[in-house]
């Protein structure tokens, strides 16, 4: 399996406090992706990003940001959580942005009260 | 790991059948497309991919078709098994930019 992982893996949080998810690899993949899952909906792109540094919006990106200081970790932030922010939140890893082979983590189930 | 209660199309199979998971997409500049695999609690695992310059490619067992034309995506599964039980995303990727972008999933049931 590849060295992802995600932490919190679940946390409990009330409308209006920020949070932040965590995604470490031990990949050194240049690719990092955050995904949420919801019912109906399937996987939405969040945010990505394409190196140290660089990171672009993607589908459903309002209320969401990232930084990624570092290739290993990439952080999303959520500054000030809605419950419509309630979702599983999923972060991938590619070696490469034109091929579709991304490894995902476990996951992070965020319910926001 | 995590999973989510999917309201999804669902395609029940009998075990040893062949399954056809289809997906239609949307973005006519999308040059290549990848079938993924999500079982309860895990995150999605690539299955199988194919470029826009090809019809058809084969994998172990599973086999994706494109059309282009309809902007349709099929994935076949030969000699479903109880393993293959599991969500099937499609999704699509276009050379000009890295975003991924992932379909709404087909639920894959198979009967014994």
């Known amino acids: 399996d590849a060295g992802i992982t995600q932490s919190p893996r679940h946390k409990v949080t009330e409308t209006g406090t920020p949070v932040t998810l965590r995604c470490h690899q031990t990949?050194?993949?240049?690719?990092m992706y955050w995904y949420r899952q919801d019912p109906g909906h399937g996987l939405r792109l969040i945010h990505y990003?394409?190196?140290?540094?660089?990171?672009d919006k993607g589908e459903v990106s309002d209320g969401y940001s990232v930084s990624r200081s570092k290739t290993e970790d990439f952080l999303l932030t959520l500054e000030s959580a809605t419950s419509s922010q309630t979702s599983v939140y999923f972060c991938?890893?590619?070696?490469?942005?034109?091929?579709?082979?991304?490894?995902f983590g476990e996951g992070s189930r965020l319910t926001v009260l | 790991g995590e999973s989510v209660g999917l309201h999804l199309p669902t395609l029940s199979v009998q075990e040893g059948d062949n399954s056809i998971i289809n997906c239609a997409y949307s973005?006519?500049?999308?040059?290549?497309f990848i079938w993924y695999k999500q079982e309860s609690g895990k995150g999605p695992q690539f299955i199988i991919d194919?470029?826009?310059?090809?019809d058809k490619r084969q994998g172990q067992r599973v086999t994706v078709l494109l059309n282009k034309t309809v902007k349709h995506l099929s994935l076949q599964i030969a000699a479903t098994q109880p393993g293959d039980s599991a969500v099937y995303f499609c999704?699509?990727?276009?050379?000009?930019?890295?975003?991924?972008?992932f379909g709404k999933g087909t639920r894959l049931h198979i009967l014994p």
């Open positions: 990949e050194n993949h240049r690719y």
């Open positions: 990003s394409y190196g140290v540094k660089d990171t």
């Open positions: 194919i470029r826009s310059n090809m």
């Open positions: 973005n006519s500049a999308s040059d290549y």
């Open positions: 991938a890893i590619s070696d490469a942005g034109d091929t579709g082979e991304l490894f």
């Open positions: 999704a699509e990727n276009s050379n000009r930019d890295d975003k991924i972008i």
